[in-house]
């Protein structure tokens, strides 16, 4: 059964300080890893989609980064509106609906 | 079109009572989904249309819970009897082709007393 474990729960960091979240997954044939952030109270909202091994992509702050087991990603001299829950997601592999499969996400806080 | 849109927002009912929550997609958008997130957990799947059939159900997805499409458009997805257990922030969301990119709309959070 495909599975997202996503690290740290939640993560405080000052304004410019700079870290990583992880997505671990298992999955029987990787369609696709996506990020999204959620704002308290408000809907997922798309970050990125990667597909395979070694693929990197960037928005402003954000650099996520995909290996065959694990996705990172990195935030650079965050903000405090950077503070949010990140989430990550696969595409379920074994059927015809490609529906997302997502871990309970990563709850940024950034302090001015 | 400006997104996703979704009917109530907030519903607070009494354990025993019918809710129904309606989603709008993107008007262009064939695919629709629900997903169900607790507090402090990822969204889970619910249900899944392609235009007016419903094709696949989560075993979360009980008896008390249905969904319809009517005409591909918007979808309802209604619960009967309702439980504490059912109080959750309900996600709708749509995509046009096959990328995986989700839009969600701004959720329906229910409480049930």
């Known amino acids: 059964e495909d599975q997202v474990t996503q690290s740290p729960e939640a993560l405080r960091l000052q304004e410019g300080e700079s870290s990583s979240l992880n997505c671990s997954y298992t999955?029987?044939?990787?369609?696709?890893l996506f990020w999204y952030r959620q704002d308290p109270g408000k809907g997922p909202e798309f970050l990125f989609t990667l597909y395979s091994a070694g693929e990197e992509k960037e928005k402003e702050r954000l650099k996520a980064t995909l290996t065959k087991k694990e996705s990172f990603l990195h935030i650079t001299a965050p903000k405090p509106e950077d503070s949010a829950t990140y989430l990550c997601?696969?595409?379920?592999?074994?059927?015809?609906?490609?529906?997302?499969?997502f871990g309970t996400g990563t709850l940024l806080a950034v302090q001015p | 079109d400006t997104g996703v849109s979704q009917d109530p927002r907030h519903k607070i009912t009494k354990r025993g009572q019918n809710v129904t929550f309606r989603c709008d997609p993107i008007s262009e958008h064939n695919r629709l989904y629900w997903y169900r997130q607790t507090l402090g957990q990822g969204p889970e799947f619910l249900t899944y249309?392609?235009?007016?059939?419903?094709?696949?159900k989560s075993r979360l997805l009980s008896d008390r819970f249905s969904a319809e499409r009517p005409k591909g458009s918007f979808s309802t997805l209604e619960i009967q009897r309702t439980e504490q257990g059912d109080s959750a922030m309900y996600l709708c969301a749509s995509i046009e082709g096959d990328t995986g990119e989700l839009f969600f709309g701004e959720g329906s959070r229910l409480t049930v007393l």
């Open positions: 997601a696969v595409r379920d592999y074994g059927g015809a609906t490609n529906k997302l499969i």
């Open positions: 999955v029987s044939g990787l369609r696709g």
């Open positions: 249309f392609q235009n007016e059939a419903q094709l696949e």
